[in-house]
């Protein structure tokens, strides 16, 4: 899930954005947390007392407290998070370098514009070394999240499939399943058996999808209509025939 936060002192557009991304995390299948914050002085006070945020869409000029010295504050605590400022004037561009910001965005932002942005930051932070650790027969593993493949399910045990290798755990799949849901790269639960990386989808059918090892993994008959239609709002879609 991304913890998202979005901080503008005017209530229409913050509300405007909070819509827009909670439309473009859905066409991309994305589990967001969006917190809105009416000035920088809430927003760095929040990050001071420990919570924190993936991503932060940022106004600059604000009362209280602008997005500059809010941001400033916030690095003090966190030096991950992506800072994506939008605003109405670029002037203080050159004075923002010091919080090491994502991306800028000039208002008005259309839709397009946000979406590119949230697909780049969210590659980002995906690019990042997250592990699934599991032990088994008295060995402690660890796999990239990123390079697996699938998820699947066998009686007692459940595969864990990556491009070069396929480790083995005693474990079930609802479990493994709830203890990636706080991960930042998606999984789709497309049958019971089997649960599978997002980005190793290589095409979808109304009843399979086909992986990036070619293996086809069907799509049980309760899960079409959702798995259908979130591919469906996906511009980079395709499908494959039988």
Not at 49 to 69: N, Q, V, Y
Not at 72 to 89: A, G
Not at 184 to 192: A, I
Not at 194 to 202: A, D, G, Q
Request: hydrophobic letters at 35%; one cysteine or more; charged letters at 30%.
């Amino acid at each position: 899930m991304l913890n998202i936060a979005i901080c503008d002192d005017d209530i229409q557009i913050a509300g405007q954005m909070e819509m827009m991304i909670q439309n473009i995390a859905k066409r991309n299948y994305v589990d967001t947390d969006i917190e809105v914050f009416w000035n920088g002085k809430s927003l760095a006070d929040t990050v001071a007392s420990g919570d924190s945020f993936d991503i932060i869409f940022l106004d600059i000029e604000m009362d209280k407290e602008d997005g500059i010295s809010a941001a400033k504050r916030i690095r003090i605590y966190d030096k991950n998070v992506l800072i994506i400022y939008v605003t109405s004037h670029e002037n203080h561009m050159k004075e923002s370098f010091t919080v090491r910001p994502f991306r800028f965005l000039v208002k008005p932002v259309n839709e397009n514009q946000m979406e590119e942005c949230f697909k780049d930051a969210y590659e980002d932070i995906c690019s990042e070394d997250f592990y699934f650790r599991f032990s088994y027969q008295r060995i402690n593993h660890k796999v990239l999240i990123r390079d697996i493949l699938y998820f699947e399910s066998d009686k007692r045990k459940v595969h864990v499939v990556t491009e070069d290798e396929i480790f083995e755990l005693y474990g079930k799949l609802n479990e493994i399943e709830n203890s990636l849901k706080e991960c930042k790269v998606s999984f789709l639960r497309v049958h019971q058996s089997y649960l599978v990386n997002y980005k190793h989808v290589k095409g979808q059918s109304y009843d399979f999808v086909v992986m990036d090892n070619e293996k086809k993994i069907s799509i049980s008959e309760d899960r079409r209509k959702m798995i259908s239609e979130q591919y469906c709002s996906m511009e980079d879609t395709f499908y494959v025939g039988e």
